[in-house]
């Protein structure tokens, strides 16, 4: 004779829960405190303190719930031994054209205000750093920080698997920006980079993913932002809504 039905606490209807001013204040605060930053500190990052955030963001929604996202979590020598396998190959000249970004996460042909834009924030990085206009040695050298994480102590790369579409792509982006608003919120800094997507192969091997299924997205440095590095003061502009936001009445 079977028991009584009992209901999935998690599948029971509800209202959602009411967010106080001060929790609206908040939230809005590790939104817009969120940049990226380009040194940090080498504080250690409790273990259990990356769970909570990953736990946190999991809840970011995805199409029919199917949470594309995996995340490979590095620190110590795992961290240390994958930076150091990227920088001998972007320090190699006879490297260089051998490693090709598996997807294009920008354009083929820039044009404006996209280009504009891109060219702002990279100039005011770079003025700075007092990296002048055709300083190759120098560029080269600050784009290589990106696979030291930064010198974070704890260094992510994403993985999607290839079977999925675009959507689940859109999935991971606000995936990706819980993990930001989440770090902020513990008073922990990020830098999402797509740099790290011209190296998927020596990732995929270093990691020993299956290449033919798994696709690296994206990586992100996690940890506390150096509050004496200079070019962690650069904040991005943002345009005001009135310029992407239509209403209809």
């Not at 033919?212 to 200079?230: F, K, T, Y």
């Amino acid at each position: 004779m079977s028991g009584p039905v009992t209901s999935n606490p998690a599948s029971v209807p509800r209202a959602p829960d009411a967010i106080p001013p001060a929790s609206t204040a908040a939230v809005d605060a590790a939104i817009t405190s969120r940049r990226s930053i380009r040194r940090f500190l080498p504080t250690e990052v409790q273990r259990s303190v990356i769970e909570d955030i990953l736990r946190v963001s999991a809840r970011a929604p995805s199409g029919t719930n199917t949470q594309p996202w995996r995340v490979h979590v590095l620190t110590g020598a795992s961290l240390q031994a994958l930076v150091d396998r990227i920088m001998a190959a972007h320090n190699d000249p006879a490297q260089v054209g051998l490693h090709q970004e598996e997807y294009d996460y920008y354009p083929k042909e820039w044009v404006s205000p996209f280009i504009d834009r891109r060219r702002k924030v990279g100039w005011d990085l770079y003025s700075l750093l007092d990296i002048t206009k055709g300083d190759k040695a120098r560029m080269h050298e600050q784009n290589g920080r990106n696979f030291r994480f930064f010198d974070a102590p704890v260094g992510m790369i994403f993985t999607i698997d290839r079977i999925m579409g675009k959507g689940s792509l859109l999935d991971y982006g606000m995936f990706l920006e819980n993990i930001m608003v989440a770090a902020r919120a513990r008073g922990l800094d990020t830098c999402p980079q797509a740099a790290f997507n011209a190296y998927h192969a020596l990732i995929s091997e270093h990691l020993g993913l299956d290449a033919e299924r798994e696709m690296v997205v994206v990586g992100m440095a996690l940890g506390h932002a150096d509050p004496q590095a200079i070019e962690n003061s650069l904040l991005s502009e943002r345009v005001p809504v009135s310029d992407f936001a239509t209403f209809w009445p």
